[in-house]
């Protein structure tokens, strides 16, 4: 199994980035489906992105589309989230999941294995 360590969370104003890391141990994260989800408070943990194990494509939710980048670095053995032009909505505890399957999914009770969380608050 794989253990997950996340990394990079902070406080920033609106219209500033961050870049989330997602450190793993134990597997390579090349041998996973990696995604981001967030939790606000008061509400349900949502999708953020998803970068498949299969042939390394991307899928985001609508609200980050064109402002967050997943990626991976196997020699670092990492997945990061790239998170320009940041926006109060974004404020959440953000978490790293990996699924032992070929392919992307949205759904957080189809990943495995979790992170504890990174901190995002973005002010206005």
């Known amino acids: 199994q794989v253990q997950l360590v996340e990394s990079g969370g902070g406080s920033v104003q609106a219209g500033g980035s961050l870049r989330l890391s997602c450190a793993a141990s134990?597997?390579?994260?090349?041998?996973?489906?990696m995604a981001w989800f967030r939790q606000a408070p008061g509400k349900e943990r949502e999708f953020v992105a998803a970068?498949?194990?299969?042939?390394?494509?991307?899928d985001y939710t609508d609200s980050v589309k064109g402002r967050f980048t997943i990626s991976r670095d196997n020699a670092k053995n990492t997945v990061y989230l790239q998170m320009n032009s940041l926006k109060p909505d974004d404020t959440a505890v953000y978490y790293c999941?990996?699924?032992?399957?070929?392919?992307?999914?949205?759904?957080?009770?189809?990943?495995?294995?979790w992170g504890q969380g990174t901190q995002v608050t973005v002010s206005s």
């Open positions: 970068l498949s194990r299969s042939d390394g494509t991307t």
């Open positions: 134990g597997r390579t994260v090349s041998s996973y489906t």
């Open positions: 999941a990996a699924r032992f399957n070929y392919y992307k999914s949205r759904r957080a009770s189809e990943y495995n294995y």
